[in-house]
């Protein structure tokens, strides 16, 4: 089994910045892609960034610019910087780790933490 747990979220006034850490954990022999997602309320879960077991990361056209993906392969772990937060950010910020199984690629998520950016 895999545990899939996130922290840094919180409170943060507009132009801030936060740094949201993913830490993968259990019978993991290799990870392929990790991901963020987010969900505001009354809207739909929405990809934010994602990036590759090869490092090459992708961003939800509101994330680019603003947000930055990372991952630490020793520890098996995703973090997501986050500067220039606007209000719009606010959302639960989900973490997505997928986990290979021979020919297939397991999906684990985290709880979710809360970033919410004030006006």
């Known amino acids: 089994q895999v545990q899939v747990v996130e922290s840094g979220g919180g409170l943060v006034q507009t132009g801030g910045s936060l740094r949201l850490s993913c830490a993968a954990s259990?019978?993991?022999?290799?990870?392929?892609?990790m991901a963020w997602y987010r969900q505001a309320p009354g809207k739909e879960r929405e990809l934010v960034a994602v990036?590759?077991?090869?490092?090459?990361?992708n961003y939800a056209d509101s994330a680019k610019g603003r947000f930055t993906i990372s991952r630490d392969h020793a520890k098996n772990t995703a973090y997501l910087q986050m500067n220039s937060l606007k209000p719009e950010d606010t959302a639960v910020y989900y973490c997505?780790?997928?986990?290979?199984?021979?020919?297939?690629?397991?999906?684990?998520w985290g709880q979710g933490t809360q970033v919410t950016v004030s006006s």
């Open positions: 259990g019978s993991i022999f290799g990870i392929n892609d």
């Open positions: 997505y780790v997928g986990v290979p199984r021979g020919p297939l690629v397991d999906p684990y």
């Open positions: 990036i590759a077991r090869s490092g090459r990361a």
